[in-house]
């Protein structure tokens, strides 16, 4: 099993255990941010502006 997914396993463990185990692994929000960044980068690909506002909420 690859690193990562001891670290989802070690993590889903230590909740089922009431505790809250040190994780290192991107959370849903960090996706969320990725795909706002990967959505502005491509809509600056396809504009003529030199800069294209970027905003994670």
Do not use: Q
């Not at 909740?15 to 996706?31: A, L, M, N, Q």
């Not at 396809?46 to 909420?57: C, D, E, H, I, P």
């Amino acid at each position: 099993m690859p690193a990562k997914h001891l670290e989802v396993v070690t993590a889903i463990r230590a909740r089922i255990e009431g505790k809250r185990g040190k994780c290192d692994f991107p959370t849903v929000e960090d996706g969320v941010i990725g795909m706002a960044f990967i959505e502005t980068a491509v809509k600056s690909a396809k504009s003529k502006a030199k800069w294209t506002k970027f905003v994670a909420n």
